[in-house]
């Protein structure tokens, strides 16, 4: 026994049954000592009236002095201990069982034509009725049926009650003998039946208390298929589950400790984005103040001149004003400080608004957007950062597009997750470049990259927006093009 286990499954259940097999039993006892006497009364008379019918039939047909009918009205005299007179109008015996007719011939015309004690009745009509009543001579309590019969005779028939309560007694009596072995049959039973199930409890206790010393060697063999069984089939899933979690932890405390000692490369990593930065503002920067001097020089006097100068200037600033938005925006995913919004939303209607909102440069660079042809999607999801990764998404594949120069969305559902696809015919990327897609200011193509003003932050901002909310993501290279995707949490309804 483990030695924290101060309270046995075993020893409650045994005691809980034990319990309400004794209050069972008691319940039964007190009821059939309150309407067992009456359930034999009511039999009683039950006989009493099936006895008379048979008589009267008898009599009616002229059967009661037949030899058959003589032995079976003693026999059911015998077996009910009942008592039968039978006189006609001159008052002469017709039939009897009694041992003393005399006496139950004057009782029977006492009853008749008076002159007897009145009892309450228990059942009357027109022509018979039963009663208790006492014989003054024995003191006994007698149940009794007299009347007529329907030839014009009179019948006595008696039983005494007090057989009926001795009956009871012991019927009594032996149901508590009887219930006193049941209860000790029963919580012998039902300790070895909870000891059966208990058995494979308490080595899971045991395997469990070793699980807390990190001690995942003793597995729960199974043999039954029931539910301990495959709590300790799924015991044994969490035991290998935990050590190869453990496993991992020390495996990733290793890789901590070679990450601290990497320190001097991650500085280079800061200085590198630095540079980045600095390098993607230093040209916008010269543009800017160029075309600014060249204004204040006053180099072309012509209006549509100046107007040019102008429109570089403010391009220009648009541009930066761009990379610095981007850069703040995936800081604050990047450290967790922007508030990711979970809501119910239809994906479709989502895809429909960012092609629309896309079209006018698909059709200025030729392209052919392809959409899915799909009813209502709902899903779970941050919608406005979605938004901001299908725009991505979409905004690469229209610029790296070449070929048939197609861009198609395609949408597929597994279970619980729906995985957004969005494809663009061209060139393959190079399958070492895949990894550092994600890297800020990475470019595959820097000349092109600056060609439509491309930062290099945008599939960085992807990156975070889907880590923020913990689903998924990628690029693959397919057959005359590539395809990035993302998925999400599909839900039953919006």
């Known amino acids: 026994m483990i030695r924290f286990l101060k309270r046995s499954i075993n020893r409650e259940y045994t005691v809980v049954f034990g319990l309400l097999l004794s209050i069972c039993i008691f319940l039964i006892c007190v009821v059939n000592m309150l309407t067992l006497g009456q359930a034999y009364m009511y039999n009683k008379q039950e006989v009493l009236l099936s006895c008379y019918n048979d008589i009267d039939k008898a009599m009616s047909e002229g059967d009661i002095l037949s030899a058959w009918f003589d032995a079976s009205l003693k026999q059911i005299s015998t077996i009910n201990n009942i008592e039968v007179l039978v006189i006609d109008a001159d008052k002469q015996i017709v039939k009897t069982t009694a041992a ?3 006496l139950m011939t004057k009782r029977l015309l006492e009853y008749v034509f008076g002159g007897a004690e009145s009892f309450q009745p228990i059942y009357e009509n027109n022509r018979i009725r039963i009663q208790q009543s006492m014989d003054p001579r024995v003191k006994i309590v007698y149940l009794e049926l007299w009347g007529s019969l329907t030839n014009g005779n009179f019948i006595l ?14 019927a009594n009596t032996n149901f508590i003998r009887i219930g006193i ?7 012998i039973f039902i300790w070895m039946a909870t000891k059966r199930i208990t058995k494979p409890i308490l080595k899971l206790v045991d395997i469990s208390e070793k699980m807390t010393r990190l001690d995942f060697t003793e597995k729960y063999v199974s043999d039954t298929g029931n539910e301990v069984d495959a709590l300790g089939e799924h015991m044994n899933r969490l035991s290998d589950k935990l050590e190869e979690t453990i496993r991992e932890l020390k495996s990733a405390n290793a890789k901590l400790q070679q990450d601290i000692e990497r320190k001097t490369e991650i500085d280079e990593m800061r200085k590198e984005f630095l540079s980045n930065v600095s390098h993607e503002l230093k040209t916008p920067i010269a543009l800017i103040q160029g075309y600014a001097e060249g204004l204040k ?60 909102s896309i079209d006018i440069l698909a059709k200025q660079n030729g392209i052919r957007l392809e959409l899915p042809d799909c009813g209502s999607i709902p899903v779970w999801a941050d919608e406005f950062k979605i938004e901001q990764v299908l725009t991505n998404y979409l905004s690469n594949a229209i610029h790296y597009a070449l070929g048939e120069k197609i861009v198609r969305i395609s949408v597929t559902r597994n279970e619980s997750i ?6 663009n015919s061209g060139e393959n990327i190079p399958e070492e470049a895949l990894p550092n897609l994600w890297t800020k200011f990475y470019k595959v193509d820097k000349a ?7 930062s290099g932050i945008g599939l ?19 057959d005359g093009g590539v395809s990035f995707w993302f998925e999400v949490d599909a839900t039953d309804s919006i």
């Open 100 to 102: 003393d007719s005399s």
């Open 157 to 170: 028939m008696r039983t005494p009650v007090q057989s009926m309560k001795e009956a009871s007694i012991l």
């Open 181 to 187: 072995v049941a209860l000790i049959a029963g919580i």
């Open 297 to 356: 020089d006053c180099v072309n006097d012509d209006e549509d001149s100046r107007d040019y100068y102008c429109d570089v200037i403010t391009d220009e600033a648009d541009r930066m004003n761009k990379l610095v938005k981007s850069l703040l925006n995936l800081n604050e995913l990047e450290f967790g400080e922007q508030k990711v919004e979970i809501e119910h939303f239809d994906l479709m209607e989502l895809i429909r608004n960012c092609a629309a």
């Open 418 to 423: 729906v995985r957004v696809n969005v494809f």
């Open 448 to 454: 092109r990259t600056r060609e439509y003003g491309g």
């Open 460 to 478: 960085s901002v992807v990156k975070a927006s889907m880590e923020a909310m913990g689903h998924g993501y990628g690029v693959e290279n397919l």
